[in-house]
């Protein structure tokens, strides 16, 4: 089995921040990551791509990125399930990286679980430290929803890049009320909107 470290996310769209976390892995233990990409079935305000629509782009990025084998589909974090997909994958995980904001809860997952699943008894946790600039899946949305495909490209590796207006377009058909929440059907008045899902069955 390759050894690896995993990173979780919807990716919403994928970062630059995210990157940083499979290349400190790759720098500090000498391994690639495995993506575990939460499958997102269904849109709202904060994750407005369905998988099926960036799976395309996360191909090309596995393939581009050196610090990056490859990404598996995941329901969650539970980190017993995902240990299991991981291995009928031909991937033995021994380390997760993730921000600070994740990294209690995630160790917690492991310090409790890790044991029973058999991970390496070295098993690593490592916390990847938020810099000064915004670099969030948030700021990329909302560079997608202000058509400002400087700060969009700023923000994600290379092989995003060329999907700004791809997502841009997704991503304005996806409507925002003021809580974040999805309405799929515009404003009173305003024609029907396109579902991600009708949308993707387009393409």
Known sequence: MEKVNIIIGRFQPFTLGHLKCTQEAQKKLGVKSVLLVINTVK?????PFLTKQIEKILDKMCKEEPSITGYVLVKNADIVKNTEILRDAGYE?????CGTDRFEPYNTMVKKYGKDIGLDPDFEMIEVKRGDEDISATAVRKALRDNDEATYV???PDSWKKQFA???DIIMDVKEDDAGNCNRYGTQGARPMKSLYEYLMMK
């Open 43 to 47: 849109q709202d305000g904060r994750h």
């Open 166 to 168: 791809f997502l841009r």
């Open 154 to 156: 700023g923000l994600v």
């Open 93 to 97: 995980p021994i380390a997760w990286t």
